[in-house]
């Protein structure tokens, strides 16, 4: 009865157009040589000519093909639809009338892809707009019948496949796929844009802010849309509509979102599938059954929840059918874009994705009906492919199996076809086994032979496209680039094992050596010695939901460099994983840049493990200098050094929080970051990490690398990190380590990718950071062994470099000498040195980096505004010259006056203290010793007005600023004393300007007394903010009227501690917790003998938090042994 309704209806609506098919018809073919619309006219081979052409109430008939906006590479060009004019795809060409087209078949794409068909990054900014003005665009405006694809906005960075302003079109039998925008991948629309979309799907499209397929600020109208496999990569939702928009009887499903974050923002949702579930009439949250997702068949199977379960009364009028083209009410309408369901049988064996050995020929193919086989099922026909070359059809078949011979290696695709007593066939969908090749593919820079052996070696562009599953991939030492085009990348497959690290002669895998054998896979395609030509990712591994990349494919003994991706999508410029979880091991990922993630991100269902890898001075915009993690993640036995990144997580940030990303026996060194400069939100254990980290036997002590700074991460045999991992949590098969030797050579495994140590030389004198006065003719260097001196040392090697300038090397010192003198010295120098043994032609052992100083022997001289040498009162220095020439020991004598960071309005401009720089106020002038000087009468300010002098948003945001590193913090050499320190306002929540207005200490542990903070404001801590492992000396400290908008009034410290002795904190303010002084949760922090009256802190805490009080008087009493009274 529904196929009676079904034809009668076609035949009315066809008669209806037949009577005015050419009233007002413009047709569309896809380039002149097209034979469609033969006889037609007017005739256009431009789809932009044809609408500029047409008038309202016109229709433009579009053949299928595939069109651009321009023939150019111009991004900014769009197709661009006009009010009241109406376009149709589908049409095979021959058509008399409108319900004669099938866009289902007759595909009609309208495509942004109109520059390097390889890349994104030169797509149309927006593959059609709709841009009305006082008169806006309105529903009599059509778009029905095409695809819409590959559009990539920056500028606007909205609406890359449509976008609407002051637009309102009806969009009908529309398929948004692959567009990428920041807001509205698929779809963008502003808040006068009301736009009604039905049978409508969108799949396959990303942003990177909010709206992956559609971001609507109007009021638009989504009837049977069905949203898939739309990824949004930095925040939320895959249709982010405003709550005047709505949904009806759609399906949203398989989106991959950021972890915990909705797949709809605001918009009213009934009578619709919603993964995660909505609040709604008639909404459901159970798996749609779609009929095939992976191969974008998104029709519904037997048995799918989505059939009969949509509102009739939620349908326009106007709708009449489905996106096949099929009727659209049938009975009880279903939800999503195509009404029934898909009657076929399916594949069963083998199953799908499956890899067989070389040696086998047969194979049966075997099918089923999950919910048992319709009436009239005669027989079966067997279609089959031998990579991509259709082979004969084998047809008559009366089971559910069939055999087939296949000799070659290759990808074997195959599908079946039930046929009825009326002979119409219904196809399954396609599924995909292998036979694997009997050996490895042979790689070489450049091959272009078959792959079977070394002599005719193929290249790794080639290999990859040609791959079969389980393919190993070797490779020959050589830098191998992805291609000329940025966005060119080496993409892995399913199943396919890259090894690097071979000759080029080797027989078996066990052969190859990746350390002398160099396998570099480089995004360097451009000008060498330029970053921002490089590739964008040099690896790309993106399975889907449905077809994941599984930890079966490996990439093991290569190196990933140089990639640059600097786009706020650009993630994982070393290798970007989307449902990927590639088993990495012996892996280098060094010198990559990217937003998030510089050397590896993962997706929100990606889970990659990493053994014995390094990662180093890889570095990120944001998020995760090294890797940028949004699902489970497992480091075992890797090495992080010299990542860094602006924001948080200088080797790890683990953007989801919620779930797991473990790092075990690993070290984490000279990494750097706004926050968190090793780890954020991951899982560490018997990990040796800079400054800390919690965890499970974790330790702090320098690793001891033999030269980390020339990229040798060998262990000195005196490592901490020697026997103090975790051999319990080496994965399963893990034997050797990154140098090929023996995983466990102690008793337990060590930390790092190197098993052992190496005995190296080490210092002796002058001792780590000695001031040698008076100013030497020369010095004499000396080192020492461990034990007797090694009996294959052939000579020895001393670095060294004088105020950080050229590093001199002096070779060849006789190995029966253990010292060496150098000359040359000034006063006030500052010298860096180290020693290394030489065992080989090119094996040298380093011993760790020492420090020395030369005395200057008198004191800088400081005066406000002074413009001399500081060598004398009368010849004073102002106090940024005074702390540019410094070195350590030096001190620095404050005349009494008011000092200011700068004279321009540059907010970011303090006063650095380096290591070892004494600063002393209370001087009139004229002193000649530190005694004579009285601080109470000459008051020494530093001062952070630097603008208007009465409005305090325009001060410095600190006004000191004390940094070390982790390897070398500032020491307790370093004082601060005698000073009035005023007016900081650290209110920019980026670099961590919004903490610590008066002072900023970081890997700082100076010696502050004597002095007053006062009147200085911050998010956290606005007098001073103590991080980084710091451990500052405050005694005899006045905090008086300092406010922060956060927490610790006057004092944050926040991984860190600090000492304090005899100080007084008054009338500080916090907004939050701690209105004198804040500490994060076991900080250590002790204060004695200290006064804490009138501070305030609007949440809790009126005076200190989480820090040690000890015989003190505190307001409210609290504290240990102190007293309450006034």
Request: proline letters at 4%; glycine letters at 12%; a negative charge.
């Amino acid at each position: 009865m529904k196929n009676c309704y079904r034809a009668l209806l076609v035949f009315l609506i066809g008669f209806t157009f037949v009577l005015s098919a050419d009233a007002g018809v413009r047709y569309v073919k896809p380039g002149s040589s097209s034979s469609a619309w033969e006889g037609k006219s007017p005739l256009y081979s431009s789809i932009t000519e044809a609408i500029s052409a047409a008038q309202p109430g016109d229709e433009i008939w579009v053949a299928e093909g595939v069109y651009k906006p321009t023939g150019s590479t111009d991004r900014s060009i769009s197709f661009v639809l006009k009010e009241g004019v109406a376009l149709y795809g589908g049409f095979k060409g021959n058509e008399s009338s409108r319900e004669e087209r099938d866009p289902y078949t007759n595909e009609t794409i309208l495509s942004g892809n109109i520059g390097d068909q390889s890349s994104s990054g030169d797509n149309s900014h927006s593959v059609v707009k709709a841009d009305g003005t006082s008169s806006l665009i309105t529903e009599a405006t059509v778009l029905d019948g095409f695809i819409i694809e590959d559009g990539k906005t920056l500028t606007p960075d909205v609406g890359a496949g449509l976008h609407l302003v002051k637009a309102s079109p009806r969009v009908v039998n529309v398929w948004f796929r692959r567009n990428n925008a920041a807001m509205g991948g698929g779809v963008y629309g502003d808040a006068s844009s009301d736009a009604v979309f039905a049978n409508v799907i969108f799949s396959d499209n990303s942003s990177s802010s909010a709206g992956a397929g559609v971001y609507a600020r109007g009021a638009m109208k989504f009837y049977h849309c069905l949203w898939y496999n739309n990824v949004n990569t930095v925040e939320y939702s895959t249709a982010s509509l405003s709550d005047k928009s709505s949904i009806y009887n759609s399906i949203i499903w398989g989106n991959a979102e950021q972890s915990g974050k909705p797949v709809v923002v605001a918009a009213s949702v009934s009578y619709s599938i919603v993964q995660g579930g909505y609040e709604g009439t008639g909404n459901l949250d159970t798996d749609p059954l779609l009929h095939n997702p992976g191969a974008s068949d998104f029709r519904l199977n037997d048995g799918s929840p989505a059939i009969n379960a949509g509102s009739n009364g939620l349908v326009p009028t106007w709708l009449i059918s489905d996106f096949a083209g099929n009727s659209r009410v049938e009975g009880t309408v279903d939800m999503g874009p195509f009404e029934g369901s898909v009657k076929a049988p399916v594949a069963k064996l083998p199953l799908a994705g499956s890899a067989f050995e070389a040696s086998q020929t047969t194979f049966t193919l075997e099918w089923e009906w999950p919910l048992g086989a319709p009436a009239g099922i005669v027989s079966y026909e067997v279609d089959y492919k031998l990579n991509d070359v259709s082979q004969p059809s084998i047809s008559g078949i009366s089971g559910l199996n069939t055999n087939v011979i296949i000799s070659a290696s290759g990808a074997i695709a195959w599908r079946v076809a039930a046929i009825d007593d009326t002979g119409i066939k219904s196809w399954s969908e396609w599924s995909i086994f292998y036979k694997k090749r009997s050996g490895p593919v042979y790689i070489k820079v450049n091959g272009m032979g078959s792959g079977k052996a070394w002599n005719d070696a193929t290249n790794l562009q080639a290999a990859l496209q040609n791959y079969i599953a389980g393919d190993e991939l070797w490779l020959q030492t050589g830098t191998y680039r992805p291609g000329s085009s940025r966005s060119a990348s080496f993409v892995l497959k399913e199943g396919i094992k890259i090894y690097g690290g071979f000759f080029g002669n080797e027989t078996t895998r066990e052969e190859r050596d990746w350390n002398s054998n160099k396998t570099i896979l480089s995004g360097n395609i451009g000008l060498p010695d330029s970053k921002t030509d490089n590739s964008r990712n040099v690896l790309v591994a993106v399975g889907t939901a449905e077809n994941p990349i599984t930890a079966a494919t490996i990439v093991d003994g290569v190196i990933i460099e140089q990639g640059y991706n600097t786009e706020t999508t650009g993630n994982g410029a070393g290798i970007k994983l989307s449902y990927a979880s590639v088993s990495f091991a012996n892996v280098w990922f060094r010198d990559n840049y990217a937003y998030n993630g510089g050397a590896v991100s993962g997706d929100a269902y990606s889970k990659p493990t990493f053994f014995n890898s390094i990662f180093s001075s890889n570095s990120s915009m944001r998020y995760g200098g090294a890797v940028w993690a949004n699902d489970h993640m497992e480091f075992t036995n890797c090495v992080f050094y010299g990542n860094s990144t602006n924001d948080r997580g200088g080797a790890i940030d683990n953007a989801a929080s919620k779930t797991f990303v473990n790092v075990n026996n690993s070290i984490a060194w000279a990494n750097t970051s706004g926050s968190n400069p090793n780890f954020y939100a991951i899982q560490a254990k018997n990990c040796l990490v800079e400054g800390g980290y919690p965890g499970i036997e974790i330790i702090l002590n320098n690793p001891l690398f033999l030269n980390a700074e020339g990229n040798d991460f060998r262990l000195n045999a005196t490592s901490p990190a020697i026997d103090a991992g975790n051999s319990s949590l080496l994965p399963e098969g893990a034997l050797t380590d990154f140098s090929g030797a023996p995983r466990i050579q102690g008793t337990r495994v060590d930390m790092g990718v190197f098993e052992g140590g190496i005995v190296a030389p080490s210092p002796a004198s002058p001792a780590n950071n000695e001031v040698i006065s008076p100013i030497p003719d020369e010095v004499e260097l000396r080192w020492q062994w461990p034990g007797d001196t090694p009996a294959n040392v052939l000579s020895y090697i001393v670095e060294y470099s004088v105020n950080d300038a050229s590093v001199t090397t002096i070779k060849d010192i006789d190995k029966e000498l253990l010292s060496q003198t150098i000359s040359g010295f000034n006063a006030a120098d500052m010298v860096k040195w180290r020693v290394a043994a030489v065992t080989g032609l090119v094996e040298k052992h380093y011993s760790p980096w020492s420090v020395f100083h030369i005395v200057r022997g008198e004191p800088i001289y400081v005066k406000s505004g002074a413009s001399g040498s500081g060598t004398s009162w009368a010849d004073a220095a102002d106090l940024q010259s005074a702390l540019q020439m410094a070195g350590f020991g030096d001190e620095l004598w404050l005349a009494a006056g008011v000092y200011k960071p700068t004279a321009t309005s540059d907010r970011t401009i303090s006063f650095v203290v380096a290591d070892g720089i004494k600063l002393y106020g209370g001087f009139s002038g004229s002193e000649t010793s530190l005694d004579e000087r009285n601080r109470m009468l000459n008051e020494t300010v530093l001062s952070g007005n630097i603008g208007d002098q009465s409005d305090a948003s325009d001060n410095s945001y600190h006004i000191i600023t004390i940094e070390g590193e982790i390897s070398s913090p500032v020491s307790s050499s370093t004082i601060i004393d005698g000073l009035i320190i005023e007016g900081g306002y650290a209110s920019f929540a980026f670099n961590g300007d919004d903490l610590g207005g008066g002072i900023y200490l970081n890997h700082a542990s100076p010696v502050i007394t004597n002095t007053v903070f006062r009147d200085n404001y911050a998010t956290n801590g606005a007098a001073a903010y103590i991080t980084g492992n710091s451990n500052p000396r405050f005694g005899n400290v006045i905090f008086v009227d300092n406010e922060s908008l956060k927490n610790g009034g006057a004092v944050n410290i926040f991984g860190a501690s600090a000492e304090m002795y005899n100080c007084l904190w008054y009338a500080n303010y916090a907004a939050q917790w701690g209105g004198a002084v804040y500490g994060d949760t076991g900080n250590g922090t002790t204060i004695y003998n200290s006064v804490f009256w009138n501070n305030e802190a609007l949440l809790l805490s009126d005076n200190f938090r989480n820090v040690a009080v000890n015989s003190s008087i505190v307001e409210d009493g609290t504290g240990n042994a102190g007293i309450s009274g006034n």
